[in-house]
């Protein structure tokens, strides 16, 4: 039909020419003729019936009709009723341009039909249904992450300012669509509670300090464990606790206490060095008393042992030769009584003079000394010294003799 209808527009353009239509035919079938008389007078072509005969080819392409016989009222209703159908043309051509969409490897889609879960879909071309059906589309794999920050009370009742960082990702796009309006809303409100919780049961000086590690460990915990109760969801990843601080009001009085806490663990630090080496030399001072208190009981011990022995072999030969052996422990013991004192008392043979002492140790000491002249030195006092020790040596032959018989 779009063939015919570019034939007739060339006839007529044809038909325009000088002289290109001979045999005055009307290029929309009839022909060229006066006004009731049925003659040949030429005159201008009749546009009206071109251009009903176009809008009839147009209805009949678009379901309209053909036929004249209904004069006017026929035209018009072929023509509304192509109108019509260029119009649901371009409505389904819209429809199949918003029904067809893309999925990213990264995403993934949930439809509803008549507003009721149906599938999710995964990556690559897919369409759906509007308007009784409904696509939510999300990246299901972008980590995301936003920020905290609150005052709260600790266990010890001290105020402290926590800021931290939340990454999560959908981890189940169907709950995350349709089980919580505004999940990630209900997602901060739970780690409010989360915080406060983990905070409330924490000192300041582990929020402060190297608290903030386990902090995390169990906020995260606690959180993760609110969205599986709520069904959003969410997966957490990490919670970063960042430096924990004092308001701004306060914060002189913070400073305070923390210098007054790094000089109380100096202190301490060199307390303990002092104490470890101390300690280990009193120790070994200790050891070695009781080690020396040990050798002297041992010795004792077996020195009276070897006394007890030694007087139970004297009194065996005592009772063999009592004479003999009473006279032995009597030089005996004089000569250890001697041989341990510095001074010597000598008698002269008459018995009538005095006694002589003999200072023995200075007379050793003179000895060693290098011999110096001095005019101090009486010859009598080296006379009577060198008499002395002559009678001594006569009156201890007796002993020698008797002692080796």
Same mark, same amino acid.
């Given at each position: 039909?779009?063939?015919?209808?570019?034939? &007739?527009?060339?006839?007529?353009?044809?038909?325009?020419?000088?002289?290109? #239509?001979?045999? #005055?035919?009307?290029?929309?079938?009839?022909?060229?003729?006066?006004?009731?008389?049925?003659?040949?007078?030429?005159?201008?072509? /009749?546009?009206?019936?071109? $251009?009903?005969?176009?809008?009839?080819?147009?209805?009949?392409? $678009?379901?309209?009709?053909?036929?004249?016989?209904? !004069?006017?009222?026929?035209?018009?209703?072929?023509?509304?009723?192509?109108?019509?159908?260029?119009?649901? %043309?371009?409505?389904?051509?819209?429809?199949?341009?918003? %029904?067809?969409?893309?999925?990213?490897?990264?995403?993934?889609?949930?439809?509803?039909?008549?507003?009721?879960?149906?599938? =999710?879909?995964?990556?690559?071309?897919?369409?759906?249904?509007?308007?009784?059906?409904?696509?939510?589309?999300?990246?299901?794999t972008r980590e995301r992450a936003y920020?905290?920050?609150? *005052?709260?009370?600790?266990?010890?009742?001290?105020?402290?300012?926590?800021?931290?960082?939340?990454?999560?990702?959908?981890?189940?796009?169907?709950?995350?669509?349709? #089980?919580?309006?505004?999940?990630?809303?209900?997602?901060?409100?739970?780690?409010?509670?989360?915080?406060?919780?983990?905070?409330?049961?924490?000192?300041?000086?582990?929020?402060? =300090?190297?608290?903030?590690?386990?902090?995390?460990?169990?906020?995260?915990?606690?959180?993760?464990?609110?969205?599986?109760?709520?069904?959003?969801?969410?997966?957490?990843? *990490?919670?970063?606790?960042?430096?924990? %601080?004092?308001?701004?009001?306060?914060?002189?009085?913070?400073?305070?206490?923390?210098?007054?806490?790094?000089?109380?663990?100096?202190?301490?630090? *060199? %307390?303990?060095?002092?104490?470890?080496?101390?300690?280990?030399?009193?120790?070994?001072?200790?050891?070695?008393?009781?080690?020396?208190? #040990? !050798?002297?009981?041992?010795?004792?011990?077996?020195?009276?042992?070897?006394?007890?022995?030694? $007087?139970?072999?004297l009194l065996a030969e005592y009772r063999?030769?009592?004479?003999?052996?009473?006279?032995?422990?009597?030089?005996?013991?004089?000569?250890?009584?001697?041989?341990?004192?510095?001074?010597?008392?000598?008698?002269?043979? /008459?018995? &009538?003079?005095?006694?002589?002492?003999?200072?023995?140790?200075?007379?050793?000491?003179?000895?060693?000394?290098?011999?110096?002249?001095?005019?101090?030195?009486?010859?009598?006092?080296?006379?009577?010294?060198?008499r002395a020790a002559q009678d001594m040596?006569?009156?201890?032959?007796?002993?020698? =003799?008797?002692?080796?018989?």
């Amino acid at each position: 039909m779009g063939a015919s209808l570019l034939y &007739q527009m060339e006839s007529a353009m044809a038909w325009n020419e000088p002289g290109g #239509n001979s045999n #005055n035919q009307d290029p929309w079938g009839g022909r060229r003729g006066g006004g009731g008389g049925g003659g040949d007078k030429k005159g201008p072509p /009749d546009l009206d019936e071109a $251009f009903r005969k176009l809008q009839d080819s147009l209805n009949g392409m $678009f379901g309209g009709s053909k036929k004249r016989g209904g !004069g006017d009222r026929n035209v018009g209703k072929g023509g509304g009723l192509g109108l019509l159908g260029i119009g649901l %043309a371009v409505l389904a051509a819209i429809w199949l341009y918003s %029904a067809v969409y893309v999925v990213d490897e990264q995403e993934q889609a949930v439809v509803l039909r008549f507003g009721k879960y149906y599938e =999710t879909v995964g990556p690559g071309l897919n369409i759906y249904f509007p308007p009784i059906d409904r696509k939510y589309m999300e990246n299901v794999t972008r980590e995301r992450a936003y920020t905290k920050q609150g *005052q709260m009370l600790t266990e010890d009742e001290n105020i402290v300012e926590v800021p931290l960082t939340v990454q999560y990702k959908i981890s189940n796009l169907q709950d995350f669509v349709l #089980n919580v309006d505004q999940p990630e809303v209900s997602l901060q409100h739970a780690t409010d509670s989360a915080l406060r919780h983990v905070v409330g049961s924490t000192s300041m000086d582990q929020v402060l =300090t190297e608290g903030r590690e386990q902090m995390a460990v169990d906020i995260r915990e606690r959180l993760q464990r609110f969205l599986d109760n709520y069904r959003t969801g969410i997966t957490v990843t *990490q919670v970063n606790v960042q430096s924990a %601080a004092a308001p701004r009001e306060v914060q002189e009085a913070f400073d305070d206490v923390i210098r007054a806490r790094e000089d109380e663990q100096r202190a301490r630090n *060199q %307390a303990e060095s002092y104490a470890n080496g101390v300690v280990p030399e009193a120790r070994g001072q200790a050891q070695r008393i009781i080690e020396d208190a #040990n !050798g002297y009981r041992d010795e004792v011990i077996a020195r009276a042992k070897g006394e007890a022995d030694r $007087f139970t072999k004297l009194l065996a030969e005592y009772r063999k030769a009592p004479d003999v052996t009473r006279e032995r422990l009597y030089l005996e013991t004089m000569q250890e009584v001697y041989s341990n004192s510095s001074k010597v008392m000598v008698a002269t043979k /008459d018995g &009538q003079s005095n006694l002589l002492y003999l200072p023995l140790d200075k007379m050793v000491e003179g000895s060693r000394k290098p011999s110096v002249p001095t005019t101090s030195a009486s010859p009598s006092a080296n006379d009577a010294a060198a008499r002395a020790a002559q009678d001594m040596q006569q009156q201890q032959q007796p002993l020698r =003799t008797r002692e080796s018989r």
